[in-house]
């Protein structure tokens, strides 16, 4: 199933969007059996609830939807999607909805039919939306699209999202968009000059595995990294209980860069799009790393490993070294990396840290436009020193507890070369339900940066 609109010229129920100050004068213009049965049944016009109508035979004559005050709406986003979840099965066609909110709005309605049904029938909105006018309809399809294949993947538990099952949604995707796809798995790691990779996963039951994906012949380069634990015990630095709990989601930031991907393969967006996913589990077994270990990395910076549940930023210096040696016009790796992060930002912004100053504001808008927020993070230079521990070039968990975001963020760009690099620290995963957004594994950033390539790549 996929998210779709309902098909143009079908018969559709009128849904009216109403804010609070405008309710007395909107049920003035009404027929007189409309208002009066709208005060009968007191509607008042608050935000996300909606109200039906009926007509002569009792079937619906109309709809209308309380969109409250700029005040409430600015309190959080997507305010039709819980409309859309409580109305009866259906088509319906905005009326009085401002255009500069129709294609948030549209894309929030199709998100709220999103359900997670691999392991029990659940039962999603059954409301469906005409596009609205001046809405690029199958645009938002396709980001809706994105963003359920990521939710998917990240709500998959660690049984049935190892690293073969998630090259294997990676292969499903470029067979889509007749993408190459190639593979670099166990041993073959340590041929390839992959070694983080390798260590971080040999102690698990499945191998560990480099995932590289390219399409596209013409245009700027866009590489998108995204880390790929699919199951973090902490390793040898096991974590309890209470923090194990939602490792599953830990390979959100390959979800997110998979989820993007499609996006921009299925928008057939001018430009050439590579997709490194270093997909491991960071086990324990005879076989784990230590510890104290001294790692070499690809690009033969040394690392000492002061703690194994700081293993994402290890598979990602591996994948970002490769990816910078083809010189790309942006690179972005995102990750589910700290818990540092959340405690700064919340659940639902995705910091971002980047030197460019064309990244940053184009970014920063198109965040805003499309209603996916980020904030810009600062790759700090004197948090240099934390870093590096003074036996090896890097030190991959810093004594502390300080700037856990920034330290890690500095670590990755280590090995992301001279170009232009963003990195997403991201958390993947919606705590509570809010509308368009059920709780579990959500995309967070990938509709933003969506948004900013145009003008960040000149396309």
């Known amino acids: 199933m996929r998210p779709t609109f309902a098909a143009p010229g079908t018969p559709a129920i009128p849904l009216h969007v109403v804010e609070e100050g405008a309710l007395d004068a909107w049920l003035a213009a009404q027929e007189p059996r409309v208002a009066s049965w709208l005060r009968a049944t007191g509607f008042a016009a608050s935000l996300g609830k909606p109200a039906l109508v ?3 035979a009792g079937g619906i004559a109309l709809a209308v939807a309380g969109y409250g005050s700029a005040a409430n709406r600015a309190r959080g986003r997507f305010h039709l999607a ?21 294609a948030t ?36 399809e396709v980001i809706a699209a994105g963003e359920w294949l990521t939710r998917d993947l990240v709500n998959t538990p660690a049984n049935d999202m190892g690293p073969g099952a998630l090259e294997a949604a990676c292969r499903a995707v470029a ?37 590289d994906l390219r399409w596209g012949e013409a245009g700027p380069a866009l590489t998108l990294v995204g880390k790929g634990v699919c199951f973090d015990t902490g390793g040898l630095n096991l974590k309890p209980a209470s923090s194990m709990g939602l490792m599953k989601k830990d390979m959100g930031g390959a979800a997110t860069v998979l989820g993007l991907a499609h996006m921009i393969m299925a928008l057939d967006m001018p430009l050439r799009l590579r997709v ?10 005879a076989g784990a790393f230590r510890p104290g270990d001294i790692l070499t990395a690809r690009n033969g910076l040394t690392v000492e490993i002061n703690n194994t549940d700081a293993e994402g930023r290890l598979v990602l210096a591996d994948a970002l070294a490769l990816g910078a ?49 980020v904030w810009r993070m600062p790759f700090h230079a004197p948090y240099e020193a934390m870093i590096e521990p003074g036996i090896a070039d890097l030190d991959n968990a810093p004594s502390g507890g300080f700037a856990g975001s920034i330290t890690a963020a500095l670590f990755l760009r280590r090995f992301a070369g001279a170009g232009t690099y963003a990195h997403f620290d991201i958390y993947a995963w919606q705590p509570a339900a809010a509308p368009a957004r059920p709780k579990g594994g959500v995309g967070m950033g990938a509709r933003a940066l969506l948004a900013a390539l145009p003008e960040v790549l000149g396309l």
């Open 54 to 56: 009926p007509d002569a």
């Open 276 to 285: 490194l996913i270093p997909a491991v589990e960071n086990s324990v077994s």
């Open 105 to 140: 709005e549209a894309l929030g309605w199709l998100l709220a039919h999103y359900a997670f049904d691999r392991y029990r029938a659940q039962k999603p909105a059954t409301a469906r939306l005409l596009a609205p006018e001046g809405v690029d309809a199958a645009r938002l």
């Open 175 to 211: 067979e889509e968009h007749g993408a190459t796809i190639e593979v670099t798995t166990g041993e073959a790691l340590l041929a390839a000059n992959l070694p983080l990779i390798h260590t971080v996963g040999r102690a698990a039951s499945e191998a560990p595995r480099l995932i």
């Open 82 to 102: 819980g409309v859309a979840g409580a109305l009866p099965e259906g088509t319906y066609r905005l009326e009085g909805l401002a255009p500069e909110a129709r």
């Open 325 to 373: 040696e083809g010189a790309p016009d942006l690179m972005v790796s995102m990750a589910t990396l700290t818990g540092a992060a959340r405690v700064a930002l919340g659940p639902d912004i995705a910091p971002y840290y980047t030197d460019d100053p064309r990244l940053a504001p184009a970014l920063d808008a198109a965040a805003e436009r499309v209603a996916d927020p």
